[in-house]
């Protein structure tokens, strides 16, 4: 049981490239998020997901898309990086029904993206 | 909107000395609440959480919380700190309608010194 796995951990970006961050789960975890992490500010989500197929925004959603075509995997894309997406991006994962254990966040290492 | 404080930056207490780390929130209705720790280059940990019941929440490592509904208050606490527990501490809140995603607090980071 791995939790919440995300690639690549680390990687440099020349402004207006683009890529794409993997998220996976193994918990079969129904809601998943993006958030970013900044020095400062906590965390911000940027995108969530509540089941295969939807995507919905959270409060920091410009310059990303997502998509969940798997139950088990949330990818946040950026088109155009900038360098103000530079920062830490967390993947989570969490069940939905609403018993004791649902509403624990479980979070993935973490992706040091850097936009030059 | 819900948000999350946390007052302090930083808090340093030697080892042995009890802790606090302060939090307070605003949401509407009752909240849900979350303690999550992150050590270096790593992602966040869930330490404890206040859904309903008592006020005084145990988690993990030995740390504790107090719900406080008068006061809007979640401190986290431990009797007696350790070395190893100098990390980054975040606060969170989710309401209990709506969105399932957590507002983070900005952090604290505890510094305990040997």
């Known amino acids: 049981n791995a939790g919440v796995t995300q690639t690549p951990k680390f990687r440099v970006l020349k402004t207006g490239q683009s890529m794409t961050l993997l998220c996976a789960q193994d918990?079969?975890?129904?809601?998943m998020y993006w958030y970013r992490q900044d020095p400062g500010m906590g965390l911000r989500l940027i995108h969530y997901?509540?089941?295969?197929?939807?995507?919905a925004k959270g409060e920091v959603p410009d310059g990303y898309n997502v998509s969940r075509l798997k139950k088990q995997n949330f990818l946040l894309g950026l088109e155009s990086a900038a360098p103000s997406q530079t920062s830490v991006y967390f993947c989570?994962?969490?069940?939905?029904?609403?018993?004791?254990?649902?509403?624990?966040?479980?979070f993935g290492p973490g992706t040091r993206l850097t936009v030059t | 909107a819900q948000s999350v404080a946390q007052p302090e930056d930083q808090v340093n207490v030697a080892e042995g000395n009890p802790l606090t780390v302060k939090c307070t929130y605003s949401?509407?209705?009752?909240?849900?609440l979350f303690w999550y720790v992150q050590y270096p280059n790593r992602g966040l940990q869930f330490l404890l959480k206040?859904?309903?019941?008592?006020?005084l929440v145990k988690g993990s490592y030995g740390f504790e919380a107090e719900f406080n509904k008068s006061q809007t208050s979640f401190h986290l606490k431990k009797p007696s700190a350790l070395v190893s527990d100098s990390a980054l501490y975040f606060c969170?809140?989710?309401?209990?309608?709506?969105?399932?995603?957590?507002?983070f607090g900005s952090g604290t980071r505890l510094q305990v010194q040997p």
């Open positions: 989570a994962s969490s069940y939905a029904s609403g018993t004791a254990t649902s509403y624990e966040q479980y």
């Open positions: 918990m079969n975890h129904e809601y």
């Open positions: 997901s509540v089941g295969e197929g939807t995507t």
């Open positions: 949401v509407s209705g009752n909240p849900y």
């Open positions: 206040y859904i309903t019941g008592d006020n």
């Open positions: 969170a809140v989710r309401a209990l309608a709506g969105r399932r995603a957590l507002t």
